[in-house]
């Protein structure tokens, strides 16, 4: 069964309010503004909201085009990651199947301290290429990349 669909900027908004702590640690590190959540939505290519099946969010993302070929990939989630986890590992891989075709290149920074979207990224065949220091407060970010070819 599919568990995710086209977010919508509303969708944003209810992740915000049920997001994890350590994925808004992330979205702060970076120097954004939670706000920016359901903007980033109609920013995205792709966007997409991750439920499970009682209709409980379990996170939202995105891919910012940044070229013909590269995209900078995001993704945000709430505590039901990591209750129902191996549901929401096969939501998003099946999602990201459906779309890192239309990229060579998918990357973003995540941040060093977030230890479960370390594991979500492994899990989606990304690679931590090296240690970036990261927004006004110059936190340690992993550059991550897959490679879509």
């Not at 990939?73 to 459906?98: D, E, G, H, Y």
């Not at 230890?115 to 970010?141: D, I, M, N, Q, S």
Request: glycine share 6%; proline share 7%; charged share 20%.
């Amino acid at each position: 069964m599919q568990y995710h669909r086209p977010a919508t900027f509303k969708d944003g908004l209810v992740v915000l309010n049920h997001m994890r702590p350590e994925d808004k640690a992330e979205v702060e590190g970076m120097g954004h503004q939670l706000i920016h959540i359901p903007f980033g939505v109609l920013a995205s290519d792709h966007p997409t909201y991750f439920y499970d099946d009682e209709g409980s969010p379990a996170g939202i993302a995105g891919i910012v085009r940044l070229s013909p070929t590269e995209g900078q990939i995001w993704m945000l989630c709430t505590p039901l990651i990591t209750t129902k986890p191996i549901t929401f590992v096969r939501q998003a891989k099946a999602w990201l199947k459906s779309v890192e075709q239309d990229y060579q290149l998918l990357w973003n920074l995540a941040d060093a301290r977030n230890h479960v979207h370390h594991k979500l990224l492994k899990h989606l065949g990304f690679k931590a290429l090296r240690t970036v220091p990261t927004g006004p407060e110059a936190l340690p970010y992993f550059e991550i990349v897959k490679l879509c070819v």
